[in-house]
C-alpha cells in the first residue's frame, strides 16, 4: 500500500497502510453508523479507524476527511444505506443495504435531509476512490469537495497510464446546511442538474487540452436526468475521448471498460 501526505487542523501527517493495519490489530469496532472501512478483514466506523490510525481525536476531523484519506491508502469504503429513498423523479425505490458489511448486528440510519443522500458529491468521489484503489491504481490526489477545493476531484495513475476524473454529485431538494434544515431549494434538481452536467463537461473538455495524455473522465451518480443529459452528448464526449462514469446507490462504479483492464493513455 502506498504512503500519503495531508494536512489537518494545520499539521501535516504521513500514513501508510500498513500502520493503519498494525494500529486497529486487537481493536474492537465500534457500531457502522453510516461509514464503514475494512480493515484487518472487520469493517470499523471510518472515524474510528482514523482516529487510532493518526491518533488524532475524531471530533477534531470529519468523516469526509477519513474517507478519503483511507480510501486513497486502497482500503475499501463502504457507507450505510437506508432502506428506501427518492429517484430522479421523485418516486421511492428500494435500496440495497452495503455490499460486504455484514448484515447482523449492523444498524442502518435515515438518511434526512441533503447531507445524507447517497448521491451528494462526496459520497459519488469517495465511491470512485475506492474502486480505483481496488483496481490497483495509485492515487496520487484528491481533492476535499466539501470545501469546493479547486482542481481534479480525483488524480490516479496505474501502469504508465493517468486519469482524472472530474466528480458531480446530484442535486437535493433541500439544504445541507442545518441552519436551513426544512427549505426547499428554488431550483428544481432537474435544473441543477443540467447546470452540474455541462460545469462537468467543461472541466473535462479543460482537463482534456491540460493533460492530453491523460484519461479524462466524469463521474456521475446514476439517475435518468443525467443519463438522458448523456445520450444527448455521447457522440461529442465520444469524440473529445472523456469517459463518463456511473456510480450506482450501491456504491458501485460502472465504467466503459474494466479498471483492472490496461489503463493505456488516449492518444
Not at 501527517?13 to 469496532?29: F, K
Not at 469517459?243 to 474494466?258: A, C, H, I, K, L
Request: overall charge neutral; glycine content about 10%; cysteine-free.
Amino acid at each position: 500500500m502506498p504512503a500519503i501526505r495531508f494536512v489537518l487542523n494545520g499539521h501535516s501527517y504521513e500514513l501508510t497502510g500498513a500502520e493503519v493495519e498494525s494500529r486497529l490489530v486487537g481493536v474492537t469496532p465500534e457500531p457502522v453508523r453510516e461509514h464503514a472501512v475494512l480493515v484487518n478483514g472487520a469493517w470499523f466506523p471510518v472515524k474510528q479507524a482514523f482516529e487510532a490510525a493518526v491518533g488524532l481525536p475524531r471530533a477534531e476531523f470529519i468523516s469526509h476527511a477519513a474517507r478519503r484519506h483511507l480510501a486513497a491508502l486502497g482500503f475499501e469504503v463502504r457507507r450505510q444505506i437506508a432502506a428506501r429513498g427518492p429517484d430522479s423523479a421523485g418516486t421511492t425505490k428500494p435500496q440495497s443495504s452495503v455490499g460486504a458489511l455484514p448484515a447482523a448486528g449492523v444498524p442502518t440510519v435515515p438518511r434526512d435531509g441533503a447531507e445524507g443522500e447517497w448521491h451528494t458529491e462526496t459520497n459519488v468521489q469517495a465511491a470512485v476512490v475506492s474502486a480505483l484503489a481496488a483496481a490497483g491504481w495509485r492515487i496520487l490526489s484528491v481533492a476535499n469537495t466539501a470545501t469546493k477545493e479547486r482542481g481534479v476531484d480525483v488524480v490516479a495513475s496505474r501502469d504508465g497510464g493517468t486519469v482524472g476524473v472530474e466528480v458531480k454529485g446530484y442535486p437535493s431538494r433541500g439544504y445541507a446546511d442545518p441552519a436551513r434544515a426544512g427549505e426547499t431549494k428554488p431550483t428544481s434538481p432537474s435544473t441543477q442538474a443540467g447546470h452540474w452536467f455541462a460545469q462537468a463537461v467543461l472541466a473535462a473538455m479543460r482537463l482534456r487540452g491540460k493533460q492530453p495524455h491523460w484519461r479524462s473522465v466524469i463521474a456521475l451518480p446514476d439517475f435518468s436526468r443525467y443519463r438522458d443529459l448523456h445520450t444527448e452528448t455521447a457522440g461529442s464526449l465520444d469524440a473529445a475521448l472523456i469517459e463518463v462514469w456511473w456510480v450506482g446507490q450501491d456504491g458501485v462504479v460502472s465504467t466503459p471498460r474494466p479498471l483492472d483492464a490496461a489503463p493505456g493513455n488516449p492518444r
